[in-house]
């Protein structure tokens, strides 16, 4: 049976997928709709039967990182020590970025896209809750300048050169940093001479 | 004496600021010529009389900055140790950035201008060596990863949080979270003990 429609819900993750690429190639305010369904190879209305704008079409692509931040966050907030909740937002957050490596890249240095994301209350709030997990490893202005840099490096810190890294071998590269960025000590795991 | 035409050192100076604004709201890719003309309150066709391109005002937008990069990377490059290449680039790259704080947090994380501008061999080139000098703390994948969260925590790392902090209280912080990530000793100087 060949079909000249795309089937629905394969064909709206194409135009996520397609959306992310496009995004890291262009910037958000760079791509059209007319872009992304040239990259799927559809007409532009077969992309406004899933996406009305690229608005909506950003939010469908960020949603399962949101979902997971939402859980990172929440996990982090439990704990009771300061360092023990920078601890765990610091390994849900390097997690994220690890497997979204693309998107984390785009959204981060983004003026329009974070605006925009940032303008979603849920968003805003759930951002500083973020920050707020990782800057009070150290209260006051230089807790905030670290967050900001880890935060910052962690997203936007994952250049051509490391592209190709195993997925384990990043994660721990850059939960070493981020550790003596912030100067949280290390969970205590069997070392070499244990 | 009332003139219509804006004078030429005057205007092209305040073309490059309105882009500068506008580029940190819309990204490079975000803004128009008519968009630049429309902020300085101007023609499109007074734009065009300094700039045919929006690349080539991108180009005048960041010479001032490739300028103090090809200073910091050459002083840093004649220093004889590691540790004290990376102490000299991270210096004057720090600088660089509290002293362009909106241009760069607009250029690191905006893919499509980051690729127009390492299309000029020029830029590509000091860009290497800059992160080379950075990355060379800790051969090796680990001083990669350090290298890349270093600069693009401090191009993208300024939030609103800090936008207002003094220049040297930012540059202070700033300096003192690189060195901890790279695990540089920061320059013997009289403690408060001493």
Known sequence: MVSTAVRAP?????????????????????????????????????VHHHFRTREELLNA?????????????????????????????????????????????VLVGDPATIEMLRSRPEVSDLVDRLFKLIADTDPGVGGWIKADMVLAGLSGGISARTRDLDDDVLRRHLLEASRRTLGLRAPRRPGPAD
Chains 1, 2 share one sequence.
């Open 10 to 46: 394969d064909s709206r993750q194409r135009f996520i997928d397609a959306a992310i690429r496009l995004f890291a190639r262009h910037s958000f305010a760079g791509t059209s709709l007319q872009m992304i369904a040239d990259e799927v190879g559809v007409t532009k209305s077969a």
């Open 61 to 105: 692509v960020i949603e399962p990182l949101l979902d997971g931040l939402r859980v990172a966050v929440t996990a982090a907030e439990a704990h009771r020590s300061r360092p023990a909740r920078a601890e765990c937002m610091l390994t849900g957050f390097v997690d994220l970025a690890v497997g979204n490596r693309v998107l984390a890249h």
